[in-house]
């Protein structure tokens, strides 16, 4: 339990009300912070508005999984008002404090640094990225079917990259009777793809591998799928880029060549709120329960 622990949560949109149902039923003490919209009441859990004050007693502070933006902005769909972090609310912060967040912009990483306040990055984390697989995956799928006129299964899939989103979503695909070519640069992935029963390729030769695919699904946080790929691709080709912003992919050169492309990024927000939600509430809780057993949390 967390008893005697204050946790603030900052911003944040649907998946924030998991962390808020998940440090209430471990009787953390929960501040809310830019959440004056949101109707429902939880025990223990009380709201202010973002001052130096508020943040005084604060052992753990929870931010949306973008942390800020580069001007600090932390986004909220609760809040009626703009919430800028500055770094005043890290000056009034506890020493032992940390700041749990999915991903933080250099604003944030300079914040947190100068103020010497720990920042938690849990996307950097590899359990966490694969379990936020399960729901990109499924995301992607949704708008594969969605974007052609045939089904999944018979298709000619191809995955870009067999990272911890590729491999899920090149597995999900098999899963639905897909044909599934999976690029990959390292022969000890070749290995994997193989044995996985994937028709695994090296991306040198990823111009002659396209000419017959039905959907790409690129992984691959580089410009990969550049204009003499897609050149390359059948009208019928659908790509979906997962790989963060800008994605991988030429788009305007697709939509030049009539190639359908979408960059699709924050899936498991959109498709499974509740379960990414429960990803980051269950590793976030269990970190702090970490940190109270090893009296890490010690004033
Ligand atoms: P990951 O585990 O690091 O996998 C990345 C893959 O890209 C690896 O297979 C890596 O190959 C390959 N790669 C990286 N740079 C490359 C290059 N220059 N040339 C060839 N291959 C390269 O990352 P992940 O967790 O799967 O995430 C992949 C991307 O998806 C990231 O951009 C992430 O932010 C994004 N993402 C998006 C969503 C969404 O909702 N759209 C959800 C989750 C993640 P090696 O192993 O050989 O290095």
Redesign the pocket.
Known sequence: MLTGIQITLIGGDARQLEVIQKFSELDAAVTLIGFDNLQYSYSGVSKLALTPESLEKTDAVILPVVGTDDNGVVESIFSGTELILTGDHLAALPSHAKIYTGMAKPYLKKLSSEHNIRLIELLERDDV?IY??IP?AE?ALMMAIQNTDITIHGSVCMVL??????LTMARTLKGLGANVLVG???PE?FARAWEMGFTPFY?SELAQKVTNIDLLFN????M?VTAQIIAGMPHRAVIID???KPGGTDFRFAEKRGVKAML?????GIVAPKTAGRIIANTISQLILEDVTTGRNAQ
């Open positions: 990225a936020n697989s990109t995301g990259g067999m990272g911890r989103t590729g990959i640069r390292k992935h991306l992984t691959i946080p580089t990969i997962l790989a963060s699709a990024p924050g899936l498991p």
